[in-house]
Every structure is written in structure tokens, then in C-alpha cells.
């Protein structure tokens, strides 16, 4: 089945001790990026990746980190989380770019929670 | 950069009738125009999209209209039933920065059986 996982699904963790959260897709997508939604903000993009080892900053990158050292993995790095982190996150994949009018697959979600 | 603007950010409709909502942009450039659905705990799901070449397009009840001319493009829903109540996101992308994708604020649909 073709999917995008991200793991965990649910995490709570307190300030300033580093997380990843991870990202795979099994369909074999070029492009993968990374959102947080917050309620009455929609979507905002964090970070964004055109293809293996090349990443670039969406419109909310700050305290966020990532890396794409293969296909089909793309992990969301926190490196000092903070409250202000405390939100939904969504990974996605497209075989390419939003602009080239791909359609992206969305991930289903991980809740966290920083105190 | 771009800006994309939903409204209305709330919805709520009889069973039977329509709904419809709308996006405005920003950026002229922009050439892809997406609506995803969200339902309650899971990730959005594209339900229809449009290219900056097409005015309009369909499929069975809902259906994506785009004026390029007043930069705004809507979303129409006909013959909802209580399966359509989500939180329904437009998005925006553009050739020349192909990786980003700006997203409205959602509109959340109820529709009453």
C-alpha cells in the first residue's frame, strides 16, 4: 500500500530534550516536506527537500532541522524544543514538486507536546 | 511571498445543499491550486485540484473553479451529505520557487443530516 509513516504518532516531551520525529515514504517520491498545523493557522510549511541531500526552508523554519540522506526518509530534527513547538505535524511526499502541480500524500500526523 | 486567504473559516449547511468556498491569492505566478480534505485525526487528502491553464473542473460533486483575472479560486460541493463535514484546505504553488506550497487557514464544513 502506498503510505507515508511518521513516527510517533503521539509524544510528549519536555523542554529542551532533543526529538526526532520520522518520515518514510514507500513510493518512491522525490519531494517530502514537513508542516505544522496549529488551530485557525492552516498549514504552514517548515522545511522542504527537492531530492536527496537537498533541503531548503519553508515559511516556519526556526528551531527545526532536517536531513534527507536517502529517498525515502525524511526526519524532522528539535533540536532544544520549546513550548511554542507544541503542535500537530504532517510529513509529506510528492514524486515531484508542488510547482510543477504534483499532487502531495500527506503523513498522518504527529501530536506534540513540549512542556 | 505568497499569501493564500480562506474564507468563510466556518461552514455549516443542510443536508442536500451546497457549499462553496473560497481562496484568494496573492502571487500571479502562482500555477497549481490544490483542496485537500482533513478529517478528524488523519492527514489532509487531496480531493480536487487546478492548473493555472484551466478555469474550470470537475468531479461528480464538487467541483473548482479559478479566475485568474481577480486571483481567486472557489471550491463547490453540490448534494452534500453528512460524509462531506471535514476541515477543507486551499493551497498555492508557483513554478519559479517549486518547493513551497502556501496553504489557506481551512474552512470547517458541517453539514446537518
Known amino acids: 500500500e502506498a503510505q507515508v509513516t511518521q513516527n510517533p504518532r503521539y509524544l510528549i516531551t519536555v523542554t529542551g530534550k532533543k526529538l526526532t520525529v520520522t518520515c518514510s515514504q514507500n513510493?518512491?517520491?522525490?519531494?517530502m516536506s514537513w508542516y505544522r498545523q496549529d488551530p485557525g493557522l492552516g498549514l504552514r510549511q517548515i522545511y522542504y527537500?527537492?531530492?536527496?541531500?537537498?533541503?531548503d526552508k519553508g515559511d516556519v523554519p526556526e528551531g527545526y532541522k532536517v536531513s534527507r540522506k536517502e529517498k525515502r526518509n525524511f526526519p524532522l530534527i528539535l533540536e532544544s524544543p520549546s513550548p511554542n513547538q507544541t503542535s500537530l505535524y504532517f510529513c509529506?511526499?510528492?514524486?515531484?514538486?508542488?510547482?510543477?502541480?504534483?499532487?502531495?500524500?500527506f503523513g498522518p500526523g504527529t501530536r506534540l507536546t513540549v512542556l | 511571498g505568497e499569501n493564500v486567504e480562506q474564507h468563510p473559516s466556518t461552514l455549516s449547511v443542510q443536508e442536500g445543499d451546497s457549499a462553496v468556498i473560497k481562496c484568494t491569492y496573492s502571487?500571479?505566478?502562482?500555477?497549481?491550486f490544490p483542496w485537500y480534505k482533513q478529517e478528524l485525526g488523519k492527514g489532509p487528502q487531496l480531493i480536487i485540484d487546478?492548473?493555472?491553464?484551466?478555469g474550470e473542473k470537475k468531479d461528480q460533486r464538487i467541483a473548482v473553479t479559478l479566475n485568474k483575472t481577480a486571483k481567486h479560486f472557489s471550491l463547490h460541493i453540490t448534494e452534500t451529505q453528512p460524509e462531506d463535514s471535514a476541515v477543507y484546505f486551499c493551497?498555492?504553488?508557483?513554478?519559479?520557487?517549486?518547493?513551497?506550497?502556501?496553504f489557506g487557514d481551512g474552512t470547517t464544513l458541517t453539514v446537518k443530516p
Open positions: 502571487d500571479s505566478a502562482s500555477n497549481y
Open positions: 509529506a511526499s510528492s514524486h515531484r514538486a508542488p510547482g510543477y502541480t504534483d499532487t502531495q500524500y
Open positions: 527537500s527537492m531530492n536527496v541531500e537537498v533541503t
Open positions: 493551497a498555492a504553488s508557483w513554478l519559479t520557487n517549486a518547493g513551497k506550497s502556501t
Open positions: 513510493m518512491n517520491h522525490e519531494y
Open positions: 487546478i492548473r493555472s491553464n484551466v
